[in-house]
């Protein structure tokens, strides 16, 4: 990363994970039917954000958007206006207060990945919220297994946390950062190490809080 190397910070980027874009042809021809009507969505993820777009083909549907702020809000904002979003957060548990679907027949439409978290359908449900949910990008472990320590690493999903330990240890002195409070607690959940949080989920705020901390 350019902006901690010019503050003095040598970093190694080693990906732990591999994403691909994944719209089944039934999930392609859902995705157009709910262009023509007026729902609610939902976007946890900017991997999410990309493929909806390509599958909509231009077309600009009468949405209301929750979505998760940072990169993914931006995202959507791009494409689909700012006036479209309907309520942001930094993470899924708080994302899920700001959802409101009027009605008894209450549905929200989420894209998502293979790998998403259990939070917002869970929290969703409970409230009796229809949660129809529809894969349209894939993440995939590709870990490797490295023979050197490190004075911080930085996580930006569970899924690199979990495909790291796959095949590493963590020394108790490494500070972990990570993207937002959902990948924290997919760290704090099997590491003791001290974790700090980027204040948004964005790789640029979490590289400034990286500098942030060294620099303090």
């Not at 990309?50 to 929750?66: C, E, H, M, S, T």
């Not at 990169?71 to 993470?91: H, I, L, N, P």
């Amino acid at each position: 990363m350019l902006q901690l190397e010019q503050a003095g910070i040598l970093c190694e980027q080693i990906p732990f994970i591999s994403i691909q874009q994944s719209v089944s042809a039934e999930v392609r021809s859902a995705i157009d039917r709910a262009s023509r009507q007026q729902k609610a969505v939902v976007f946890t993820s900017v991997n999410a954000v990309a493929p909806v777009v390509a599958a909509l083909a231009g077309k600009i549907p009468d949405w209301q958007v929750f979505c998760i702020s940072g990169a993914t809000r931006m995202a959507v904002e791009q494409y689909f206006g700012a006036d479209k979003v309907a309520g942001s957060a930094d993470d899924a548990a708080s994302l899920e207060q700001k959802i409101s679907v009027p009605g008894p027949a209450a549905e929200v439409l989420f894209f998502c990945g293979n790998k998403r978290m259990d939070t917002l359908p869970g929290l969703l449900s409970g409230r009796g919220i229809r949660v129809e949910e529809y894969q349209v990008y894939t993440t995939t472990l590709s870990p490797v297994r490295l023979d050197k320590s490190y004075d911080a690493i930085l996580f930006f999903s569970p899924s690199g946390v979990e495909s790291y330990l796959s095949e590493n240890e963590m020394a108790q002195d490494t500070v972990l950062f990570t993207i937002g409070h959902t990948t924290a607690k997919a760290v704090k959940s099997s590491l003791p190490n001290k974790v700090i949080v980027s204040p948004e989920p964005g790789k640029k705020q979490l590289t400034e809080t990286v500098i942030a901390y060294y620099k303090a």
